[in-house]
């Protein structure tokens, strides 16, 4: 059964950094695209980072740019997103998600929902003023 995992979700000030992790069980993420959303109390899900399964040319979205990094390590069969100056605009229930793309990257853009067949069940993280 496929399964993604995400961890390290926290309460942090504002300005401060954290680091999200997927882990990826029931199957290996190397042929995998993968990204992560995130889900705001009463706002849609959206796509923040994607990365494709050779791990170059990183997509984000405009209001994460510049300060979250998403990363991913096949052996380990995980992936990240270091994420810094923290603003409590991104508090939000984060998820993380993979597709299977060996052949054609669907990351060309922000990620999209309907993209992504496979998705963990979040990790909380807060940010306080």
């Known amino acids: 059964q496929l399964q993604l995992v995400e961890t390290g979700g926290d309460l942090v000030q504002a300005g401060g950094s954290l680091r999200l992790s997927c882990a990826a069980a029931?199957?290996?993420?190397?042929?995998?695209?993968v990204a992560w959303f995130r889900q705001a109390p009463g706002k849609e899900r959206e796509g923040i980072s994607c990365v494709s399964t050779s791990g170059v040319g990183a997509k984000y979205s405009d209001s994460v740019k510049g300060r979250f990094t998403i990363s991913r390590d096949n052996g380990k069969n995980m992936f990240y997103l270091e994420m810094s100056s923290l603003k409590p605009e991104d508090t939000a229930v984060y998820y993380c998600?993979?597709?299977?793309?060996?052949?054609?990257?669907?990351?060309?853009?922000?990620?999209?929902?309907?993209?992504?067949?496979?998705w963990g069940l979040g990790t909380q993280v807060t940010v306080s003023p």
């Open positions: 998600a993979a597709d299977w793309n060996p052949h054609r990257t669907v990351c060309t853009g922000v990620p999209l929902k309907r993209s992504f067949a496979h």
């Open positions: 029931g199957f290996i993420l190397h042929n995998y695209d």
